[in-house]
């Protein structure tokens, strides 16, 4: 038991290396969720429950990465007094559970407190914000109803497509005019991937690091966080597979 313990912690506490950033605690959740605009999805579980175990084993093999860009992740170790003290306040006995959270002004109106097992994740979240999707259509708001089907876009089945064909659909409609580039969200994208970068840079995944420091400068190329991510490419230059990001040659016209 003591092994499984120590594996559950090593899983949840490392989950940014396989592409999820994990907040600690609920203020925490609560506070970007607002600064942010987005849903959260707080898990609770407990890391002496062999089902909680499981969940964490299945979360670091990347079945929820396809949510990763669109919703915020908190932690909520069920041990801990103030968050055993939550889950009573909501009259929930069973664990694991993703409480979801929208905090998207327009959203939260409609998207109340919602309890969902982590078997019926993708369900539910399809469920949801599908049916916000066709509530903001029928309104005539199309930006918020695309918004709404872009969050379940990523969700990797036949619901995933669903969403994302929406979306697809309203672009076509061209009911939305689309803005250029917005230097404020280029600049958030690009500190979101020098973020990610020197995450990978402390726990040694430098070949991955080196791509999103890439994207840092693809995203917002003549900025200041585009020069610290030059520097960290410099720095960790000689510790990646050239050939990875060797770009490929036109060979067109090409004889053998």
Same mark, same amino acid.
């Given at each position: 038991? &003591?092994?499984?313990?120590? &594996? &559950?912690f090593l899983v949840i506490f490392t989950c940014s290396l396989f592409g999820i950033k994990w907040l600690r605690g609920y %203020? =925490?959740?609560?506070? %970007?969720? #607002? +600064?942010? %605009? +987005?849903?959260?999805?707080?898990?609770y579980f407990n890391p002496k429950q062999e089902e909680s175990l499981k969940l964490s084993y299945a979360i670091s093999k990347g079945h929820l990465d396809g949510l990763k860009d669109k919703f915020l992740f908190v932690e909520m170790n069920a041990t801990k007094k103030e968050n055993a003290d939550r889950l009573k306040s909501y009259k929930i006995n069973e664990i694991p559970m993703f409480i979801l959270q929208d905090f998207e002004p327009k959203r939260k109106l409609s998207v109340k407190m919602l309890f969902i097992q982590p078997t019926q994740i993708f369900n539910a979240l399809f469920e949801v914000y599908s049916k916000l999707g066709n509530?903001?259509?029928?309104l005539g708001d199309v930006e918020a109803a695309r918004d709404a089907y872009d969050l379940i876009s990523g969700i990797p089945n036949e619901l995933g497509a669903k969403a994302e064909n929406a979306v697809k659909q309203i672009d076509k409609s061209g009911k939305i005019k689309r803005k250029g580039s917005n230097k404020t969200d280029d600049l958030k994208k690009a500190q979101s991937y020098f973020d990610q970068a020197i995450i990978f840079i402390k726990n040694g995944s430098f070949d991955k690091?080196?791509?999103? &420091?890439? +994207?840092?400068? =693809? #995203?917002?190329p003549k900025s200041k966080i585009a020069k610290k991510a030059q520097t960290e490419m410099d720095k960790i230059y000689d510790k990646v597979d050239k050939s990875k990001f060797l770009k490929k040659k036109d060979t067109k016209g090409s004889k053998k």
């Open positions: 038991m &003591l092994k499984k313990t120590t &594996l &559950l %203020e =925490e959740g609560i506070k %970007e969720g #607002t +600064k942010q %605009e +987005k849903p959260v999805l707080f898990l509530q903001f259509m029928g690091a080196y791509l999103y &420091l890439e +994207k840092v400068i =693809e #995203t917002s």
